[in-house]
């Protein structure tokens, strides 16, 4: 069953505003991962936060986790037409579990110039 | 430094046909590997997944299978394409130890 859910599924804004997409899961997690994928490309690993850590930030990009409500957001500041892409959430197991990610179904971010 | 191969790109074949997708991983030895399929505008499904040769585990009852018959080479394989087969296939690995994914470019299967 889909761990990760993305909201929202779609979101257009112009360049330079802020981009926020958030994500919401189920189940204990060890971490949360978010990736992008440019059109038909495969996806590539943005940034992770641990289950012990409440906010990362990697350059434009912002993390928060609330493991209390299960969700994380994932904010992009001052955004540019290059970050047009699906950003997808991924909830990385505990220890003890299989070593497998669960990919959420992701945001289609549209960046207008 | 580590890379992830995928081939063919893209793919059309007749229902019916056999299929195999080859992905192979360089710079790093005991990787996990998985294969994924993604539907047009859609999520990732996790097919399968290995943590060693010949280890496979199936995470969707289907007509595809997977097979690792080398550390660093994963294969996925039908006998016989269904329509339903179509879309955008990605392997990915993960070292030993790690938590992040590395994907490959995809292959992209019509199936007619």
């Known amino acids: 069953s889909q761990q990760g859910e993305e909201d929202p599924q779609a979101l257009s804004i112009q360049e330079g505003e802020n981009a926020t997409m958030n994500c919401s899961y189920k189940?204990?997690?060890?971490?949360l991962q978010w990736y992008r994928q440019n059109s038909g490309r495969g996806l590539v690993h943005l940034i992770l936060?641990?289950?012990?850590?409440r906010e990362k930030h990697s350059g434009r990009l912002r993390v928060t986790l609330d493991t209390s409500k299960k969700s994380s957001s994932l904010l992009i500041t001052a955004s540019r037409a290059a970050d047009t892409a699906s950003y997808f959430c991924?909830?990385?197991?505990?220890?003890?579990?299989?070593?497998?990610?669960?990919f959420g179904q992701g945001t289609r971010l549209t960046i207008n110039p | 430094s580590q890379t992830i191969h995928q081939w063919p790109a893209t793919l059309v074949q007749p229902v019916g046909s056999p299929l195999s997708l080859e992905c192979t991983v360089e710079g790093t030895s005991n990787p996990n590997l998985y294969w994924y399929r993604q539907a047009a505008g859609r999520g990732l499904q996790l097919l399968f997944y290995?943590?060693?040769?010949?280890?496979i585990s199936s995470e969707v009852p289907q007509n595809l299978s997977a097979s690792r018959p080398q550390d660093r080479q994963f294969i996925l394989s039908s006998k016989k394409l269904l329509l339903s087969d179509s879309g955008f296939y990605l392997c990915?690995?993960?070292?030993?130890?790690?938590?992040?994914?590395?994907f490959g470019p995809g292959t992209r299967l019509l199936v007619l």
């Open positions: 991924a909830t990385g197991p505990l220890p003890q579990g299989a070593q497998k990610l669960v």
């Open positions: 990915a690995y993960k070292k030993g130890g790690g938590e992040t994914q590395y």
């Open positions: 189940t204990s997690i060890n971490n």
């Open positions: 936060i641990r289950s012990n850590e």
């Open positions: 290995s943590v060693g040769i010949g280890q």
